[in-house]
């Protein structure tokens, strides 16, 4: 029996890509969940895993096509007991109103999607297909939270019997007056990148009580013993940046300040503390910000960070980053010191609680020692989730940061 495999959602706000590479030919037989081509978009190269096992009978597209969510990519000669159990019966729910928010969609009118950044097996994805259920928004409860069947069916009683899942805020969109009478315009669309970028930024400015606490942190010792030590980093691939030295600062600190390093989960009235250190790094390229991830940073050298976050860097600026490389970060920095201005206030990215924004360092006067001398000081911002973060908390976090900074070798104290 001949089945079509079509392109599935490959993240939020994404509906087409540009096929890199197909990895698989005609006449190859597959299995299930088999990564089959290589999707490009402004955000991440990802490979598309196949929704069934089968002979390749068909390949519809070719490398550097711009291909669509919900296009048919390839067709597959599959055996009849797969066919089987895509025919069989489907699970019949009660028939009561539904809420439009909820997450649950009419089969009938929406095509199926599948979803290949949820931790869920294709039957599974099947089975939430169903249902007209959005994997995206069912909760797991497997290990790191893997989706299963029965996930889905309590995500399905919990919207019918309680109403939406997601969150009642509803964004209004003002209508734009045509500037075209004053004057000469011209309409440019939005990339994937910004989309994503101004729908995350603003559901967290209206979801998140946000403050915004400043401070300057003398890095003049720092200065000296950077400019000592990058020779050699740069000997071995990296390089001795800032950035790298407060990433390392800053991953220390959340051990010493769990709180920044936690989530806040309202619709449980819990806090999520997490025993690993995750912390992305604002990254400026042509196609817009992006944030890759370094894990584990608060475990690693500044030699290995400075390694890391050069090859994130260049990963980000070339769109090779993959998904998995920009989810699961608990702390941002954003360091705007090569560009330049005094202060800036960073928004907290979803689901964490804190980032740190750095501003261009300047020579200034300082009070020392009953005399006034030359000192270099950094400007920071750091911004926090009031929810969770008190000003006290704030205070003492970023006093930490920048006694650190002061002092550079207390980094191995």
């Known amino acids: 029996m001949k089945k079509d495999i079509i392109l599935p959602e490959i993240a939020d706000n994404v509906v087409t890509g540009y096929l890199a590479s197909v990895l698989v030919s005609v006449g190859d037989v597959i299995e299930e969940d088999q990564s089959i081509i290589e999707v490009e978009t402004d955000k991440a190269t990802t490979d598309i895993p196949s929704s069934f096992g089968g002979k390749i009978i068909d390949i519809k597209v070719n490398a550097g096509d711009e291909i669509r969510v ?10 009849e007991s797969e066919e089987a159990e895509e025919k069989k019966s489907p699970v019949v729910i009660p028939d009561l109103p539904v809420p439009k928010e909820s997450g649950i969609r009419d089969p009938v009118e929406v095509a199926p999607k599948a979803s290949i950044l949820v931790p869920a097996s294709p039957s599974v994805r099947r089975f939430a297909r169903e249902l007209g259920v959005d994997i995206n928004r069912v909760k797991g409860s497997g ?22 899942t ?20 011209n309409n440019e669309p939005m990339s994937r990148i910004r989309q994503i970028t101004a729908e995350s930024t603003l559901n967290s400015w209206q979801t998140i009580p946000q403050v915004v606490q400043f401070n300057k942190a003398d890095i003049t010792e720092l200065e000296k013993f950077r400019q000592m030590s990058k020779t050699q980093v740069d000997k071995v691939g990296g390089k001795l940046t800032m950035t790298a030295i407060l990433l390392k600062v800053s991953a220390l600190a959340l051990r010493q300040f769990p709180k920044f390093n936690a989530s806040v989960d309202m619709k449980n009235k819990q806090v999520i503390y997490k025993d690993f250190v995750n912390i992305g790094v604002a990254v400026d390229t042509p196609q817009g910000l992006l944030v890759p991830i370094v894990r584990d940073a608060d475990k690693k050298s500044l030699t290995e960070l400075s390694i890391e976050i050069g090859q994130l860097a260049e990963k980000a600026r070339n769109k090779k980053l993959t998904a998995e490389e920009m989810h699961g970060g608990n702390f941002t920095i954003s360091n705007l010191g090569g560009i330049g201005g005094t ?20 020579m200034e006067q300082v009070y020392r020692d009953e005399k006034f001398e030359a000192r270099l000081l950094m400007p920071l911002s750091l911004s926090y989730d009031h929810r969770l973060i008190d000003g006290a908390d704030g205070a003492r976090f970023m006093g930490w940061i920048c006694k650190v900074m002061e002092q550079p070798f207390s980094l191995w104290l």
Do not use: C
């Open 70 to 79: 919900g296009q048919v990519i390839m067709v597959l000669e599959v055996e």
């Open 143 to 164: 290990k790191d939270g893997r989706i299963s069947d029965d996930d889905v069916k309590a995500h399905t009683k919990a919207v019918i019997q309680g109403g939406s």
């Open 166 to 185: 997601q969150s009642n805020l509803q964004t209004a969109y003002a209508e734009v007056p045509d500037f075209s009478q004053w004057g000469t315009i």
């Open 343 to 362: 202060a800036f206030t960073p928004i907290v990215y979803p689901h964490q609680v804190a980032i740190l924004g750095v501003s261009k360092a300047i």
